[in-house]
C-alpha cells in the first residue's frame, strides 16, 4: 500500500459555503484529499455530502471559498472544463441515459477520450473510424472491469439495480481521471456485492486513481478508505483516518444520538 | 397498371407535399433530439423560402443554387436564434420560439421589397419530384451519420440528462448550438422545397400550419431515431387525403383524432428504438423463466 500521508494534495476543498436560500447545504467547509488515496466522505444525511459533490464537479458553485484541483480554480468552471482536468463521477440516485445500450452509456463516458473531431467523425473518415473501434475496445474492456461486459448490447435500464451501479462506474472510468468521485456506490447492494465494489476501488487506487467517496456502511469505510472526511451539518466534523475518525466522540453522536438522550428516552417508555 | 396510374395521378402531389414536410420534421427533430422544443423551423423555413424565390426570380440563378442560398440562409438565421434562445429556459424557450413565429410572419408582411408583402411571391420556376427525392435521400444520409457518429452519442446524452453529459466533459450549449443550424440549414431547404412546389409563397405560407405539421410528424413518428420525423410525414401528409376518399367529412378531424390515439397509446411515436430493447429484455426474462422451469421439471 502507498504511504499516503507523505503524498501531495490533489483536491483541497478551502472555506467553501453553498446556501439555498436561508439554509447553508455547506457552511464553510475545508476538506483535503491526497494523491493516490481512496478517501471517504461520512456523515448522517443531509450533511451537506452530495452538495460537496455536485460543487467539485461543478454542477453547483460556491458562494464563497475555493476548489483547488491539482494547481487549479474549480469554482467558476463550467462542469464540462471540470471533466476535461479528469474528475468524474457516479450518482447517489444511478442515472444513465434512458434508452441507450450498456455499451453507448459507457461510450459516452468515454467522449473525452475520442481523437476524431465531431465532423471527421460525422465524415466517416478511416482515421474517425479507426478511433470509434479503438474507443469502443476501451469501453468493453471497462465493462471487463466492473463484470458488465456480457450486457454490453442490453439496454442498461433493463437490467438491476446493482449492475446498473456498476456500468455507471464504468462510464465513470471512460475519460481515465485522475480524481473518481463516487456518491454512494454500494447504496441498496448486499455484503458480498460491497465487498466488490471496495475491492474494485483498490483496484483502481492501484492504477492510479485517487478516489473519494461517500459511504455510509461504517465497515466498508475502516476496511477501504485510507482517509476520511466527517461531515455534519455542512461543516467539518473530523478529518485523517477512519478509525479514529469513527472512534471521535462527536461522531458517534452525530450518528448514534447522545447516551444521555437514549438514556431519557428509555426513562420515558 | 392502369390502377397504378390513377393512384399516382391522385396522390403524386400528396407524396411530393409529404418529402416538403418531412423537410421541416426533420429540422424539428434535429433540435428536439439535443431536448429543445422549438417552433423556430417555420422561421428557418420562411428564411430560406424567400431566399430561393427571390434567387430564382429576380437574380434567375438555378434551383439547385438557389437551394443551396436558402439552406445556408436557414443556418445562418439559425445562428442568431441560437446564440439568443440558448439562453433560455427550455418551456420558455418554446414559448419565445412561438412568439419568433408570429414575427416572422408580421415581418414577412411588412417588408414586401422582400417578400412580396400581402401579394406574395410567384415563384416561376419549379422542381420534379425525383429532384426533392433525392434532395430528401440527402439530407437523410446526413441524418443517417450524424445518429452513428461522437454527435449523435453527445446529442442523446444531452437529450436525455444534460446535466449528466456536462460532467462527462459534452458541453450542451456546443451540442444544442450545433443541432439549431441543422435545424436551420434543413429547414430553409424545406422552406425553398415548398416555394418550388407551391409556385407561390405568401407570408402565410410559412405560419401556424407548418408550425402543427412538423410538431405533429415528428410526434406521430417518433423524435428518437431520424427514420420517425420522415415516417411521421408522410402518413400526417397521406392520411387527411386517404381519409377523404373514404369519408369526406372526417378529413380535418382525422388529423386531430390520430395525433391524440398516438399520444395516448404510443408516446414516443410510431418509429421507436428504445421499445424494441425493451421487447428483447422481456423475452430473454421470459427464456430464463422457461429454462427455470425446464430444470425444474
Not at chain 1, 476543498?13 to 461520512?42: D, E, P, Y
Not at chain 2, 434543413?186 to 425553398?192: C, E, F, I, Q, S
Request: charged content about 15%.
Amino acid at each position: 500500500m502507498l504511504e499516503v500521508a507523505s503524498q501531495p494534495l490533489l483536491l483541497e476543498v478551502n472555506s467553501v459555503v453553498k446556501r439555498f436560500g436561508g439554509v447553508a447545504a455547506v457552511g464553510g467547509l475545508t476538506a483535503h484529499v491526497r494523491q493516490g488515496s481512496v478517501h471517504g466522505l461520512i456523515g448522517p444525511n443531509g450533511a451537506g455530502k452530495t452538495t460537496l459533490i455536485n460543487l467539485i464537479t461543478g454542477l453547483l458553485h460556491p458562494d464563497e471559498g475555493q476548489i483547488h484541483f491539482a494547481g487549479r480554480h474549480l469554482e467558476k468552471m463550467k462542469p464540462q472544463q471540470i471533466a476535461g482536468l479528469g474528475i468524474t463521477r457516479t450518482y447517489q440516485n444511478v442515472r444513465l441515459f434512458s434508452g441507450m445500450s450498456v455499451l453507448e452509456q459507457v461510450m459516452t463516458g468515454c467522449f473525452l477520450e475520442r481523437k476524431a473531431g465531431l465532423f471527421s467523425s460525422f465524415l466517416g473518415l478511416p482515421s474517425a473510424r479507426n478511433d470509434w473501434k479503438r474507443v469502443r475496445e476501451h469501453a468493453m474492456h471497462l465493462l471487463k472491469r466492473v463484470a458488465m461486459d456480457h450486457t454490453a448490447d442490453e439496454l442498461a435500464e433493463t437490467l438491476s439495480y446493482g449492475e446498473q451501479r456498476r456500468i455507471e462506474i464504468a462510464r465513470a472510468l471512460g475519460s481515465n481521471p485522475r480524481l473518481l468521485l463516487l456518491d454512494e456506490p454500494t447504496a441498496g447492494m448486499n455484503h458480498a456485492e460491497a465487498t466488490a465494489v471496495g475491492l474494485l476501488v483498490h483496484e483502481l487506487r492501484d492504477a492510479g486513481i485517487t478516489i473519494l467517496m461517500v459511504e455510509h456502511n461504517m465497515g466498508l469505510v475502516t476496511e477501504f478508505c485510507d482517509s476520511c472526511t466527517v461531515m455534519n451539518f455542512g461543516q467539518l466534523l473530523a478529518e485523517g483516518d477512519p478509525r479514529s475518525c469513527i472512534a471521535n466522540p462527536d461522531v458517534q453522536e452525530a450518528y448514534f444520538g447522545r447516551k444521555n438522550d437514549a438514556e431519557r428516552i428509555k426513562s420515558l417508555r | 397498371m392502369e390502377a397504378l396510374f390513377d393512384f399516382w395521378a391522385a396522390y403524386g402531389s400528396t407524396v411530393t407535399f409529404a418529402m416538403a414536410n418531412a423537410f421541416f420534421a426533420l429540422s424539428t427533430y434535429a433540435v428536439l433530439s439535443t431536448g429543445v422544443l422549438s417552433f423556430t423551423t417555420v422561421t428557418f423555413a420562411a428564411i430560406g423560402g424567400f431566399l430561393a424565390a427571390q434567387m430564382v426570380g429576380q437574380f434567375g440563378l438555378h434551383v439547385y443554387l438557389a437551394f443551396l442560398i436558402a439552406g445556408i440562409g436557414g443556418g445562418l438565421g439559425a445562428a442568431v436564434v441560437a446564440s439568443l434562445f440558448l439562453r433560455l429556459e427550455s418551456h420558455w424557450m418554446a414559448l419565445a420560439s412561438l412568439a419568433l413565429v408570429l414575427i416572422t410572419r408580421v415581418t414577412a408582411l411588412n417588408t414586401p421589397g422582400l417578400t412580396g408583402g400581402v401579394n406574395g411571391l410567384v415563384v416561376p420556376v419549379t422542381i420534379s419530384q425525383f429532384e426533392l427525392f433525392v434532395l430528401l435521400t440527402v439530407t437523410t444520409l446526413v441524418f443517417y451519420r450524424l445518429h452513428n457518429s461522437w454527435y449523435g452519442l453527445a446529442s442523446r446524452a444531452v437529450r436525455e440528462d444534460a446535466a449528466v453529459a456536462s460532467t462527462m466533459g459534452i458541453s450542451p450549449y456546443r451540442i444544442q448550438f450545433t443541432a439549431f443550424l441543422i435545424s436551420g440549414a434543413v429547414g430553409g431547404l424545406g422552406g425553398a422545397a415548398l416555394a418550388f412546389t407551391l409556385q407561390f409563397i405568401s407570408p402565410d405560407t410559412y405560419f401556424i400550419g407548418i408550425a402543427f405539421t412538423m410538431i405533429a410528424s415528428t410526434v406521430l413518428g417518433g423524435s428518437f431515431h431520424w427514420f420517425g420525423p420522415i415516417v411521421g410525414a408522410l402518413i400526417f401528409t397521406a392520411l387527411p387525403a386517404a381519409m377523404q376518399a373514404v369519408v369526406p367529412a372526417v378529413e380535418d378531424v382525422a388529423k386531430g383524432v390520430v395525433l391524440i390515439l398516438i399520444m395516448v397509446f404510443l408516446p414516443r411515436g410510431l418509429i421507436d428504438p428504445r421499445a424494441i430493447g425493451l421487447r428483447r429484455a422481456a423475452k430473454r426474462r421470459r427464456d430464463i423463466e422457461h429454462e427455470a422451469e425446464k430444470t425444474h421439471a
